[in-house]
C-alpha cells in the first residue's frame, strides 16, 4: 500500500435497465461518500467496471455535494475516463466502495474484477464498503480460501419493499436482499428510504441513497479507527 491514504470508488458501467430505461451508476451515492472522505485527507479515485466515462443513473441538481462533486476539477477529469477496475492495483488502496444506481446489478456480480479488488482490500486490511444496489458486488467476493467475503456477516442493501415501490421489482435481474442472504449474509433492512447502514467489522454497507452521507462517514471512521 502507498503511504498516501486513498480510497477507491467503483462505477458501475452498465447502462441498459432491463430495457426500460437508461441506467447506470447514482451520481449521490458517489458524492456524498466522496465529500465526507476527501474533506479528511484521502484521495479519492474512480474506476469503473469497462473503463470510460461511466453511464449515470440520476443526478439531483439542487444538492450542493453533487454539484461539488461533478465541478471538482479531479472528479471531472477522472469522470471523462475511468479506468478499467481490471487495471487498478487494489494494494493502493485503504478502503473500496462500490457505489449503487440500477447498473450495478447487471455487471459487479459477473466482474472478476470486482472479485479481486474486494478480496485483495480486505485481505490487506483494508475497508471493503458498498451502497444501495452497490452490495450486489458482495455476491461475487470470495476469499482466498473461497469463502464468501459476506457470509456470517450483518449488511444493509437496497431492499425488496423499496424495490417494489419504484416498479422495478420484475425489471432488475434479482432480488439484491435475497440474493444476499443466498451468499451468507443476514440482510438487516430499515423502513424505506431510511439512512440505515450496517458495520460489521471492516465491512461497511448501506441501504439506499438516503444512506450515502452515513456510509462515507463510516467509511472513515473505519479508517480512522485503523490508522
Known amino acids: 500500500m502507498s503511504d498516501e491514504k486513498r480510497v477507491l470508488l467503483v ?9 426500460v430505461r437508461r441506467t447506470g451508476y447514482f451520481v449521490g451515492e458517489a458524492a456524498h461518500p466522496w465529500k465526507a472522505i476527501s474533506e479528511a485527507g484521502y484521495r479519492v479515485d474512480l474506476a469503473s467496471i469497462a473503463g470510460g466515462a461511466p453511464p449515470e443513473d440520476g443526478r439531483d441538481e439542487s444538492d ?17 475516463d475511468t479506468p478499467r ?9 485503504d478502503a473500496v466502495l ?27 486490511g483494508g475497508v471493503v464498503s458498498a451502497v444501495c444496489h452497490g ?10 480460501d473461497g469463502t464468501p467475503l459476506i457470509a456470517g456477516r450483518r449488511v444493509a442493501g437496497f431492499t425488496n419493499d423499496e424495490e417494489a415501490e419504484v416498479g422495478l421489482t420484475g425489471v432488475v435481474p434479482f432480488s439484491l436482499a435475497d440474493r444476499l442472504e ?3 449474509a443476514t ?5 424505506s428510504w431510511s439512512d440505515q447502514v450496517v458495520t460489521d467489522g471492516r465491512l461497511v454497507t448501506g441501504q439506499n ?6 456510509v462515507g462517514r463510516a467509511i472513515l471512521e473505519e479508517l480512522e479507527t485503523r490508522a
Open 135 to 144: 452490495p450486489a458486488a458482495l455476491t461475487n467476493i470470495r476469499l482466498s
Open 11 to 19: 462505477l458501475t458501467s452498465h447502462d441498459d435497465l432491463g430495457g
Open 64 to 80: 450542493p455535494v453533487q454539484a461539488a462533486f461533478l465541478a471538482d476539477p479531479a472528479i471531472e477529469a477522472q469522470l471523462q
Open 182 to 184: 443466498a451468499t451468507g
Open 187 to 191: 440482510h438487516v433492512p430499515a423502513p
Open 209 to 214: 441513497p438516503q444512506s450515502a452521507a452515513s
Open 98 to 124: 462500490f457505489v449503487g444506481g440500477h447498473g450495478a446489478m447487471w455487471d459487479f456480480p459477473a466482474s472478476p474484477a470486482v472479485d479481486r479488488v474486494g478480496r485483495e482490500v480486505w485481505e490487506h
Open 85 to 93: 477496475l481490471a487495471d487498478v492495483d487494489a494494494s493502493d488502496y
